[in-house]
Nanobody, 124 residues
Framework: QVQLVESGGGLVQAGGSLRLSCAAS????????MGWFRQAPGKEREIVAA????????YYADSVKGRFSISRDNARSTVYLQMNSLKPEDTAVYYC?????????????????WGQGTQVTVSS
């Protein structure tokens, strides 16, 4: 059974930065694409960023392009989301998820394992 554990969320002022981490269990982390999603109250869960198993391909939602950066350390079985220039509208629970292949996908329905989520709150 794969376990994903997010960390790094918290309360930050607008314009600030946070770095989220997602540690995965298992020995074949490099074989799987990973995604970061977020869900704000009353809204559907949406993709924020994604990365392929090798790290060679990445995706960003338009709302975070130029502010967020996704990366991974396959030796540590960890994926990161560096969030800069945070805005109040970035407030949400952030989840990491694992793709069933080495590719990333834009749809949350394509991911088979999910972390428990970490709260990010950006104050104005």
């Amino acid at each position: 059974q794969v376990q994903l554990v997010e960390s790094g969320g918290g309360l930050v002022q607008a314009g600030g930065s946070l770095r989220l981490s997602c540690a995965a269990s298992g020995r074949t982390f490099r074989n799987y694409g990973m995604g970061w999603f977020r869900q704000a109250p009353g809204k559907e869960r949406e993709i924020v960023a994604a990365i392929s198993g090798s790290g060679g391909s990445t995706y960003y939602a338009d709302s975070v392009k130029g502010r967020f950066s996704i990366s991974r350390d396959n030796a540590r079985s960890t994926v990161y989301l560096q969030m800069n220039s945070l805005k109040p509208e970035d407030t949400a629970v952030y989840y990491c998820a694992r793709s069933p292949t080495s590719l990333w996908y834009g749809s949350r329905k394509s991911y088979d394992y999910w972390g428990q989520g970490t709260q990010v709150t950006v104050s104005s």
